[in-house]
């Protein structure tokens, strides 16, 4: 145990060094951001046995003052609490952690939004005009039901046009699965040239996987006014709508909830009961099948 470890200690010479060996590269600049702007102006200097509940508070308070949303105060939380969690494992520290069993509020922060058939095409358009690379990401995700990293990853190896099947490797979830190509996906696929195995089929600049999404979508959807009038981040139209609108139109004609947790990769079915409600009109018509 080193004595007297201040918190900037812990994090820059310690922690810092270890998440970037094991995190995702997008992962690590979140927390490093959140530390430098609100964690070490707080504890930075502090040591940590005398870092206590009452100094996460302050922290949160002050988060609140600057209109921070719930999502984000339990991510500082959450992030203290992994920090010390690393100090205790390393034997860097002895003491209690004081983020440990630490109650905050919940907020239900799922997005829900997804996108008519009208808006879909709308933005598709804009997109091809901008961007034929994310035109085609975009249309992979509101066809197959891709999350942005799931496409990110696809390598050309990965594709099977022949039984129109999209290998999923190492997703968010850690369970491989199929995604199933439909004639729109078939076609644009089968326009492009392929490359080795190997080879990323949305490669970065330097051949490499990409991380983020290109701001290209962000300005696709400011030009089509997708989110005009709207301040609910939940109502955003963001990347991920267009697997959340997969899934929706896929509900909203029938589809069983079972098999669209298959589709999307979900490991609990709780996870895919958040479009039960788009399935109101096809269990009427169900039950209206009893008059015949």
């Known amino acids: 145990m080193l004595k007297d470890i201040t918190f900037a200690c812990l994090f820059d010479e310690h922690y810092t060094p270890h998440i970037k060996l094991k995190n995702k590269k997008s992962t690590v600049e979140r927390e490093i951001v959140l530390y430098k702007k609100w964690l070490k102006p707080f504890l930075g200097d502090v040591k940590l046995n005398l870092i206590s509940r009452i100094s996460l508070v302050s922290i949160l308070n002050e988060m609140k003052k600057a209109g921070l949303s719930n999502r984000t105060l339990n991510y500082a939380i959450a992030l203290t609490r992994q920090v010390f969690n690393f100090a205790i494992k390393e034997e860097l520290f002895s003491g209690n952690n004081p983020a440990a069993k630490f109650e905050f ?29 994310v035109y085609l990401m975009a249309v992979l995700s509101a066809n197959c039901g891709l999350r942005a990293g799931e496409i990110f990853n696809l390598t050309w190896a990965d594709i099977d046009l022949q039984r129109k099947t ?41 051949g490499n996987k990409i991380e983020h999404v290109s701001r290209t979508f962000e300005r696709a959807v400011k030009a089509t006014k997708l989110n005009k009038g709207i301040s609910d981040r939940r109502q955003k139209v963001v990347f991920h709508s ?8 896929l509900v909203q004609k029938g589809v069983s909830l079972y098999e669209v947790k298959e589709l999307l990769g979900h490991t609990d079915i709780k996870m895919t009961m958040r479009y039960a409600h788009l399935a109101s009109e096809t269990l009427r018509q169900a039950v209206s099948l009893l008059d015949e």
């Open 105 to 133: 509020p919940k907020t239900d922060n799922k997005r829900m939004r997804f996108l008519t058939n009208d808006e879909l095409d709308k933005l598709l358009t804009e997109l091809k005009k901008r961007s034929y690379a």
């Open 166 to 206: 999209l290998f999923i490797k190492d997703p968010k979830n850690g369970k491989n699965r199929h995604a199933y190509i439909n004639q729109r996906v078939y076609e644009e696929l089968s326009q492009l040239k392929p490359g080795l195995g190997s080879q990323f089929i949305f490669p970065s600049k330097n």
């Open 242 to 249: 267009l697997r959340h609108t997969f899934a929706s139109r």
